[in-house]
């Protein structure tokens, strides 16, 4: 019976995960597997024969071959593992344990984003976005953002919707009057660096020592953005609703 041990050898090794990933886009047959990723025919075909007999991939008719159910699910599994790997040092210095469990176990929606690293990058991103929004702007923040007022009025005016999250502790910085119009929550307290539309997502993880953080994955991608909604939702729905004027 096979294992999981058996499994992850098979996904472990470095060519066999790479005709994996080749054969997701679709079928192909041992020559083109070969040339595209640049490997021995002899190697080439011993790899396929061993994810052939662990069921991981099939061949047709034709001679060519393809993933099987098995395979595919295993690589869709398997993305969570490739964001993480690639982003190590990240993950490294910052807290995912403030995620609920459901969105740590689709990590693997977040692969195709860039990451930016600094305060005033995250910021004219998150402008530019708010710019650049003709259905909504969604967005959880420690702080209100200075520039917003005068873009929010106007982009309000166009029927854009504004829904943001805040810490029940909010102080706005002195002189900064929030603009109207723009449904606001609280919570008692936000980690999570938040900020989407309906064509681009920005997102960052706390610090380890708790510290709201600047340093985001940025990405337009659908299944990018789809995983940040829902955890927008997610927290809309706990937030207390923002009565009156903004303390």
């Known amino acids: 019976m096979e294992t999981l041990t058996d499994l992850l050898f098979e996904l472990s090794n470095e060519d066999r995960l790479e005709i994996l ?3 997701e886009t679709g079928h192909t047959n041992l020559t083109r597997i070969a040339k595209d990723l640049n490997l021995t ?11 052939v007999q662990t069921s991981l991939i099939s061949r047709n008719t034709e001679g060519d071959y393809a993933l099987t159910p098995y395979g595919w699910t295993s690589l869709q599994l398997l993305s969570s593992y490739r964001f993480l790997s690639a982003n190590r040092q990240y993950f490294l210095g910052h807290d995912v344990s403030v ?14 984003c860039s990451f930016q ?6 910021f004219a991103k998150a402008e530019a976005m708010m710019r650049g929004a003709d259905e909504y702007v969604l967005a959880m923040e ?3 953002h200075p520039n917003a007022p005068p873009i929010v009025t106007e982009k309000i005016k166009l029927g854009v919707e504004f829904r943001t999250i805040l810490p029940e502790t ?10 109207a119009g723009v449904e ?6 936000v980690k999570i660096n938040l900020f989407m539309t309906e064509k681009e997502a920005l997102f960052g993880l706390p610090t380890l020592d708790g510290r709201f953080e600047y340093s985001v994955f940025v990405s337009g991608d659908r299944r990018f ?14 937030g207390r609703p923002m009565l009156g004027a903004v303390p």
């Open 225 to 238: 953005r789809g995983w940040c909604l829902d955890r927008c939702e997610y927290y809309w729905a706990q």
């Open 99 to 112: 995620l609920p469990y459901q969105f740590i176990n689709r990590l693997g929606e977040l692969c195709e």
């Open 142 to 144: 420690e702080q209100f």
């Open 41 to 51: 025919a002899q190697g080439t075909s011993r790899n396929v024969a061993r994810l």
């Open 170 to 179: 909010i102080v706005p910085p002195p002189g900064f009057r929030p603009a």
């Open 21 to 23: 990933l080749e054969l």
């Open 184 to 189: 606001r929550r609280l919570l008692p307290s």
């Open 117 to 122: 690293g600094d305060f005033i990058t995250t």
